[in-house]
């Protein structure tokens, strides 16, 4: 018997496919479905770790399947090419960002290639290809001409070491996650995609998305953030500022509390915490306090709650008696409503924060069940719950909602504001001061203002001797590069240094991927014939943003004319993360595990350095990361037990949204699944000679078990419990086992022939090589990757005997096993002359045997 010979198998395999074009995307075919399965494109790092395996293993799954069930699949690959990575490389190695991203390049195509992906790579591109991104400069340029792009001042997070602009994600601890520098919050003229603009559509439209995980979509609801409340102003006691002669308007989604009102708050760069700040020293002081640390809504949050009292007040709408302090707080932020709140302490846990620390008036004026007016009071906790509005005056006795309308209603009939729908999502700043990225395709002119490149003139590509040697943007040191002509008075230009944020180039790869030849930037023909994307599949980190931002420009891209869905993925999977153990050193550095032996004495685990015996310090499990150095290189498990076992077992170890923990046993364990298929497979005779299957209780078996295995497979597949159907993979090996091929009968060989072809269909999502092998041995014709799925027939799969509980007036009392189907007289004959049951019913009645089909038997006795 030949051992299965991975090394010799899987490269033969992977030439075949590659030779004969397997898996290019076929032309839009008359009566045949199509299947656009896509994974979420990498970032060129380097190299694949096992965590890259699972993904793209887990997309490949399903492409395999589709197409072995008839569909026109298309599954490409791209790189996420742009970004700070490969300048980081540039200005630490002075490497050639292009260079080294092409580089990288190569070398993980030649990995995801060495998985055995069906993948089409006639589609392959990278976002740094200037193909690409001057097709996302013209759409851009459509979206500036209907005002979908417009530039202002904004907020940003600001590293003054490298001198660019930080993504939230970017600043820790409210320092640059590259250079350590203390982040400021500082005002630029920055480029907007107006994304408010859908907000309504884009939450909407999240109902239609039944395929997605509830956590995704409930992320997503939760980011736009769509709230009712009241827009109104607060008349300034006394002088008001300049500007503000019609009073502070603020918003609030709780005008209920209007009478617990405490303070009035504006953001550090409200309009008049500006103004206050160019009068007033210590003002500007403190404004430049709250710019220091993150601009993100949830660093803001957690940040420590510091005000300045403005010395103005203004007037309370329902008591102008009342005066209320007006302070700057750096809780508040100027892109939510009006960037000006009332604070209502006892019944918001910021405001509480704030008023305990500058000692302001707490008063609850929501009352929860249960408790008493005289004696309630707020502590440490503010209270958001239920109840009823008191110390309220006219709104004493409301419940929240009614009380909510009142107050409308009241300031709605003073003149001052109005009932309105505010969103928490912010329009996306997608300017950032990278040499990196894809050029913001215009110029600056002092005569004509900001004018676009001509379409002709696109792509605005970047210069190829960009230097990176010193931090900040290289595109704006460029000695010529900047210099240009204006297209409109043909005077001298300025080119815009600023490059789109790699968001923007992810958002609309999906589209691009469907012709990647157009002339324009998407094919409404290709894309009308493979959009939506029918699989997508990526991790829960990009859930939100990357998600919304793709939908939205999908949108976008539809009102433009060049797309004709608005939701560009119908089924979306979030795959776990592969784990696996941490190591240190004494000295606290981190140690990769291959460098690492490990021994154990009873419960005890112990770790060394096999270099020098040193103790290593055994940590947490936690997410391979090439910064913690637990990652497990693909290639030295593909060199000891091949790609399909290291496949196999990312698949099979855990339910696939859920994270899995890599360990050596795990594919070792796998590899004897993949000994175990070949063994079956080479003990087959080759050539079985027909025979009567249902002539032999054996053979009978066989077929029975396989059908079961064709529809549990099936189900597994379409609904990814890809670990539960490779458990039945295992079940049925062992059906086989108790089958041998040595010293079968002839309808036994013809058994197990039949089950071995739909077994190697069944594999090939799972282990594609190991089943071109085993198909091969079987005499299967051409390969496996062209055989149709198996198709199971129902009555194979039905249990011959059931199982039924037996009730005595609807309290278990027992079982009995009849064959499946039997009739309710046969049922309760076999009930009856069960002395178990008999012995339950001795001195009862029985009075009536209900027996519901297949199911249950429950017995009326008395």
Not at 413 to 438: E, H, M, N, P, S
Request: with cysteine.
């Amino acid at each position: 018997m030949a051992r299965y010979n991975p090394k010799e198998t899987e490269p033969k395999w992977r030439k075949a496919w590659a030779e004969a074009d397997v898996f290019r995307a076929g032309p839009p075919a008359p009566g045949q479905p199509k299947y656009y399965a896509l994974e979420m494109f990498p970032y060129p790092s380097g190299r694949l770790h096992m965590g890259h395996v699972r993904n793209y293993a887990l997309g490949d799954v399903k492409a395999r399947y589709m197409r072995a069930k008839g569909f026109n699949v298309l599954h490409p690959m791209g790189w996420d090419a742009f970004g700070l990575p490969a300048e980081n490389a540039a200005m630490e190695r002075g490497v050639d960002p292009r260079a080294w991203t092409y580089d990288n390049i190569a070398r993980m195509r030649d990995e995801l290639k060495q998985l055995g992906l069906s993948i089409d790579w006639s589609r392959e591109f990278a976002t740094c290809d200037a193909e690409y991104y001057g097709q996302q400069q013209a759409w851009f340029l459509d979206l500036w001409k209907r005002g979908l792009v417009y530039r202002r001042e904004g907020v940003v997070n600001w590293d003054p070491v490298d001198q660019t602009v930080l993504a939230n994600e970017q600043v820790v601890d409210g320092r640059g996650w590259r250079s350590g520098a203390v982040v400021e919050k500082r005002k630029l003229n920055q480029w907007f995609l107006r994304i408010t603009d859908y907000a309504d559509d884009l939450l909407e439209g999240l109902k239609t998305l039944d395929q997605w995980p509830d956590k995704v979509r409930t992320m997503q609801e939760n980011w736009i953030g769509r709230s009712k409340g009241l827009r109104f102003s607060f008349p300034f006691a006394g002088a008001a500022p300049a500007g503000f002669e019609a009073g502070l308007e603020v918003y609030t989604t709780r005008p209920d509390t209007l009478f617990g009102a405490s303070f009035v708050g504006v953001a550090p760069d409200h309009p008049l915490a500006e103004q206050l700040a160019a009068a007033d020293p210590k003002v500007a002081a403190f404004v430049a306090e709250c710019r220091k640390g993150g601009a993100s809504e949830a660093e803001i949050e957690t940040a420590e709650k510091i005000g300045f009292d403005t010395g103005l007040t203004v007037s309370h709408p329902f008591d102008p008696e009342w005066k209320l302090p007006v302070w700057i707080a750096n809780f508040i932020l100027m892109d939510y409503g009006t960037g000006a709140i009332f604070a209502c302490p006892a019944h918001d846990q910021r405001d509480l924060d704030f008023a305990r620390k500058y000692d302001l008036p707490v008063k609850p004026v929501v009352l929860p069940p249960g408790e008493e007016a005289a004696s309630f009071a707020i502590g440490t906790e503010a209270y958001v719950g239920p109840g009823v509005i008191y110390n309220s005056k006219f709104l004493d006795g409301l419940e929240i909602e009614a009380a909510k309308a009142e107050a409308i209603a009241r300031i709605e009939a003073q003149g001052l504001g109005k009932g309105a729908t505010v969103f928490r999502l912010r329009d996306w700043g997608v300017a950032r001061q990278r040499g990196w990225g894809c050029p913001i395709p215009v110029v600056h002119c002092d005569t004509c203002g900001v004018v676009a490149v001509p379409k002709d003139q696109l792509p605005v590509a970047l210069p190829m001797d960009l230097d990176f040697s010193k931090p900040g943007n290289a595109l704006a040191r460029h000695p010529t590069w900047k210099t240009a002509t204006c297209p409109d008075c043909g005077g001298p230009a300025t080119r815009e240094t600023d490059t789109l944020d790699t968001f923007v180039d992810s958002s609309w790869y999906f589209a691009r991927f469907t012709d990647t030849k157009a002339a324009d930037p998407v094919s409404k023909a290709a894309a009308d014939y493979w959009l939506p994307v029918d699989q997508y599949v990526g991790g829960i980190e990009h859930a939100v943003l990357h998600l919304l931002y793709s939908r939205f420009i999908t949108r976008a891209l539809a009102d433009e004319g060049l797309l004709s869905v608005k939701e560009p993925f119908t089924g979306l999977f979030t795959q776990g993360m592969v784990t696996h153990e941490t190591y240190r050193r004494q000295t606290g550095e981190w140690v990769e595990p291959g460098d690492v032996e490990i021994t154990a004495e009873g419960n005890t685990r112990r770790a060394v350095l096999v270099s020098s015996g040193e103790p290593v310090t055994i940590g947490d499990v936690e997410k391979m990361s090439k910064s913690k150095k637990n990652t497990v290189a693909p290639e030295e498990i593909f060199d000891v037990y091949g790609v399909d076992a290291a496949r196999l077992f990312v698949l099979s170890d855990s339910p696939p949204e859920r994270d899995t923990q890599w360990t050596t046993g795990g594919v070792q364990g796998a590899w004897r699944f993949v000994n175990r298929v070949w063994d079956e497979f080479d003990s087959q005779p080759a050539d079985v000679p027909t025979a009567d299957i249902e002539a032999d209780e054996g053979a009978k078996t066989v077929r029975r078990a396989s059908h079961r295995l064709i529809k549990a497979m099936t189900e597994a597949i379409d609904t990814f419990r890809f670990n539960s159907g490779i458990a039945r993979l295992y079940e049925f090996l062992n059906v086989l086992k108790d089958h041998k091929a040595a010293g079968a009968s002839p309808s036994l060989l013809a058994a197990r022939a039949e089950a071995l072809s739909a077994f190697a269909r069944l594999i090939s999502p799972f282990t594609p090589h190991l089943a071109e092998e085993c198909w091969v041995r079987i005499g299967g014709e051409g390969m496996v990757v062209h055989a149709p799925w198996p198709v199971f027939d129902p009555a194979l799969t039905e249990d011959a005997v059931r199982v039924l509980p037996v009730q005595v007036n609807g309290k278990r009392r027992g079982e009995i096993s009849a064959p499946a189907g039997a009739e309710p007289a046969e049922v309760e004959k076999l009930v009856l002359a069960d002395p178990e049951i008999t012995g339950r019913l001795e001195g009862l009645t029985i009075r009536k045997v209900i027996v519901v089909k297949d199911r249950i038997v429950n017995i009326v006795a008395g």
